[in-house]
């Protein structure tokens, strides 16, 4: 009942830009990626119940999928389709090259809702001057809060390399001072630029948050 709620008394033509990469594939059951999806279905279908035209992007690697401005329900299920199936473990997104490319692609002025991880910063400085911008973190809560492993083999999932560690206190430590220093410059580039976001975790349902986000 809510999702018409969400894009209602919009005229601008709506994009969905899905920033995909190596490290959306943490923890079990590759939630992060599931969640990102069931985010872009649900503007998708808000987009499609208000008649706004709804273009899809897809970043991955060095890909772009594109899904041209569409009315049409079975390109918009075909575009979160693609989006769930795609393997993004040892692949890595340069989020700069991306905005670029999406500044060159919509050249009509829209609503723009970037949906990642957002552990890179991105430069939005240039997209936000034409369009108006939202940024859906999409995080597991076990990034912000990690458990003390001791002996453990890590894997990179953007490189695929192994490593033999022990990821103690300090080492977790280390890793949430990185965290939160690349949190508090992506809040502060938001802030800087009006830039609307909000952070949705893998084990609660998204579609309060993106209610509350768009009234």
């Known amino acids: 009942p809510y999702i018409k ?78 989006l769930y199936r795609s393997n993004t473990l040892d692949t890595s997104l340069h989020y700069d090259t991306a905005m670029e490319d999406l500044f060159n692609r919509i050249r009509k002025p829209s609503l723009i809702l970037l949906i990642g991880d957002f552990l890179q910063v991105p430069d939005l400085s240039v997209l936000a001057q034409k369009h108006e911008m939202v940024a859906l973190i999409i995080r597991d809560r076990t990034e912000e809060h990690p458990k003390k492993l001791g002996e453990v083999i890590l894997q990179d999932p953007q490189s695929g390399r192994k490593m033999d560690t022990f990821f103690g206190k300090r080492t977790a430590d280390r890793y949430l001072a990185h965290l939160r220093k690349n949190d508090e410059t992506l809040i502060e580039h938001f802030s800087r630029h009006n830039i609307r976001y909000t952070k949705i975790y893998t084990d609660e349902e998204p579609i309060g948050k993106l209610v509350n986000l768009f009234r």
């Open 5 to 82: 709620e969400l894009l209602a008394n919009r005229e601008l033509s709506v994009v969905v830009a899905a920033m995909m990469g190596g490290t959306l594939w943490f923890g079990e059951g590759n939630t992060k990626q599931k969640t990102l999806t069931e985010v872009a279905t649900l503007l998708g279908y808000a987009a499609y119940q208000n008649g706004d035209l709804l273009s899809g992007l897809q970043y991955l690697r060095e890909n772009t999928h594109f899904m041209p401005p569409t009315k049409q329900l079975y390109h918009i299920e075909s575009f979160c389709e693609t």
